[in-house]
């Protein structure tokens, strides 16, 4: 059967061409009860939901920045109930049970690391800023249980000790400090310098005896010596195996280290020597995690092809391996179960569960059987540094948005979920949805054009007037009228009833053009621009002054 895709606020179906039409009226409405889910790897949106605020911090800058947390309603049928990562400002405690999240707030900027005690219930977090604290916080209560002061412009790395009475941060100043916190005391035990290079990756030996930090082309073992961390550099080339390159990855196994390579190795050092190499991903396929596996003894590892996998004390592979890519690979793309970037930044197993976090800005769940694996989305987000415009439909309780991301996606407003998506050849950069029913959708670009598309995502109309961004966009009440703002400083407007062909160009502005809004009978236009203008303008383009005749009755909105 010809199949294609609608979405709805009872979620997203599949139904056929004949079933809905492809001008089927219905389409912001409620869908066809009559679906055909994949149980296997077909990501149901109906479990994908999207955190309050934007979490695509979890995908652009953080390794190691999705885990589990352990709570009463945990089973190992189900797995872990909840786990968290960071959105911004805030850390996201999702519940899987209630498809419910909450936050802790008490960070002040942006946070740029996470890291869970081993118990599964505190938090650590770490943030940007000229004062840059580490917060321990209750994931149950959200209570703040310490806050550790030394680092300046912001915390990169966080790792705990396997007791969980130690934990280890570090900064990124100009020298990279390392220090080791006794948390519960509040207080830091010991601190050394990492070194003018970037870290990627820390981690504590389970003895709590040794630090490893590894960055590009270099590995760092810190040992303690009074209130002092002594740094020792890992030995790798001519007198021992490897070579350097950028390691981006770390953790400790019977106190041995295990380093992920951007060569797709995983190189372990003994006494700081390089004493085995294991190509474990793709070669020049970075591994970007590597954590401790309870269930196999061994390790788990995910990597920028899109494989995780699973190791035994002896490095040897557990299972078959889960490919990403393969799993939610590109013949979903334009629909709700597409991943924009399946690279694995984190990982990290519980029982059968596998809990993962991609560089395209999702969440995954993954349980492991003998014969399969079960891959379920989790959480979406833009992936790339911006949600750069939304908008709400006009009488449906869905929101468009668009980003840095090249991507177009549709949400639902009551179900919190993501139920269509398109990807884009630039990113967006402006949103507005049809007057009345709204059943099109402008997109503004970062190029300066501008497409037109129906409620299936469907390209109905492309044209382009500026050589620069689109900033806003606006549909008259009338519905008869678009208005596009650019950087460029112009207003133009578009017949909606001609096809969008461009009636008139409103000049003047003074800088680009931040904000458009039409009188109520559609007749007048006011903007304001980047330099604090507003300024009035007809249906033609013509400049209007404030208080003149036909304006003085005008009432915008």
Same mark, same amino acid.
């Given at each position: 059967m010809d199949h294609q895709r609608t979405w709805s606020l009872s979620g997203f179906m599949d139904t056929t061409a004949g079933e809905i039409g492809r001008g089927a009226k219905e389409g912001w409405g409620e869908a066809t009860e009559k679906s055909a889910h994949r149980l296997l790897t077909y990501l149901t949106p109906s479990t994908c939901r999207f955190a309050h605020c934007h979490p695509s911090l979890i995908a652009h800058r953080i390794r190691s920045n999705v885990n589990y947390l352990k709570s009463p309603n945990d089973n190992e049928k189900e797995g872990p109930s909840r786990f968290t990562y960071p959105a911004a400002t805030v850390a996201v405690v999702y519940d899987k049970v209630k498809s419910s999240q909450v936050f802790y707030k008490a960070q002040t900027d942006e946070i740029l690391s996470l890291a869970v005690h081993p118990g599964g219930v505190y938090v650590a977090t770490g943030q940007r800023g000229n004062q840059a604290p580490v917060h321990v916080w209750n994931s149950a209560t959200l209570e703040t249980e310490a806050v550790l002061s030394l680092h300046t412009r912001g915390v990169s790395l966080l790792a705990w000790g396997e007791d969980g009475s130690r934990l280890v941060s570090v900064g990124v100043d100009d020298s990279h400090i390392v220090a080791l916190w006794d948390w519960r005391m509040k207080k830091m035990v010991a601190s050394g310098i990492g070194g003018d290079g970037l870290l990627l990756a820390v981690a504590i030996s389970e003895d709590g005896k040794t630090i490893i930090a590894v960055g590009v082309k270099q590995v760092l073992f810190f040992t303690v010596e009074g209130r002092a961390l002594r740094s020792k550099k890992g030995l790798i080339g001519k007198n021992s195996g490897g070579k350097k390159q950028v390691f981006s990855s770390c953790a400790f196994l019977n106190n041995d280290a295990y380093v992920g390579c951007a060569s797709g190795e995983i190189y372990k050092f003994h006494s700081r020597k390089v004493v085995a190499i294991y190509q474990a991903h793709g070669i020049s396929e970075p591994v970007n995690s590597l954590s401790r596996c309870a269930a196999s003894g061994g390790l788990i590892s995910g990597g920028e092809d899109g494989l995780v996998l699973i190791w035994d004390k002896s490095m040897k592979m557990v299972g078959s391996p889960t490919d990403m890519a393969e799993d939610v690979g590109e013949e979903r793309v334009g629909t709700a179960g597409i991943t924009t970037d399946c690279s694995v930044v984190s990982s990290q197993m519980s029982g059968n569960f596998v809990l993962l976090g991609t560089r395209g800005g999702d969440i995954f769940e993954v349980r492991k059987t003998d014969a399969d694996?079960? !891959?379920?989305?989790?959480?979406?987000?833009? %992936?790339?540094? @911006?949600?750069?415009?939304?908008?709400? @439909?006009?009488?449906?309780? !869905?929101?468009?948005?668009?980003?840095?991301?090249? &991507?177009?996606?549709?949400?639902?407003?009551?179900?919190?979920?993501?139920?269509?998506?398109?990807?884009?050849?630039?990113?967006? &950069?402006?949103?507005?949805?049809?007057? %009345?029913?709204?059943?099109?959708?402008?997109? %503004?670009?970062? &190029?300066?054009?501008?497409?037109?598309?129906?409620?299936?995502?469907?390209?109905?109309? &492309?044209?382009? @007037?500026?050589?620069?961004?689109?900033?806003?966009?606006?549909?008259s009440p009338d519905g008869n009228l678009l208005a596009v703002g650019s950087e460029d400083t112009n207003i133009y407007l578009y017949s909606v009833d001609r096809g969008y062909s461009r009636t008139g160009v409103c000049r003047g502005n003074l800088g680009p053009v931040i904000h458009l809004d039409f009188s109520t009978n559609s007749r007048f236009l006011q903007s304001n621009d980047t330099d604090h203008n507003i300024m009035f303008w007809n249906q033609w383009g013509d400049s209007v002054e404030f208080g003149g005749s036909d304006a003085k009755i005008e009432r915008t909105r």
């Open positions: 694996s079960y !891959v379920k989305k989790m959480v979406c987000s833009h %992936g790339d540094k @911006h949600a750069n415009c939304l908008a709400s @439909h006009p009488s449906e309780l !869905v929101f468009a948005s668009s980003g840095s991301d090249k &991507t177009l996606r549709i949400w639902s407003v009551r179900r919190k979920v993501l139920v269509d998506m398109r990807i884009l050849p630039v990113s967006g &950069t402006a949103l507005g949805f049809s007057s %009345g029913s709204g059943e099109s959708l402008c997109l %503004g670009m970062s &190029t300066g054009g501008v497409a037109i598309f129906d409620m299936m995502l469907n390209v109905i109309n &492309t044209f382009q @007037h500026s050589n620069k961004a689109i900033t806003c966009v606006k549909y």
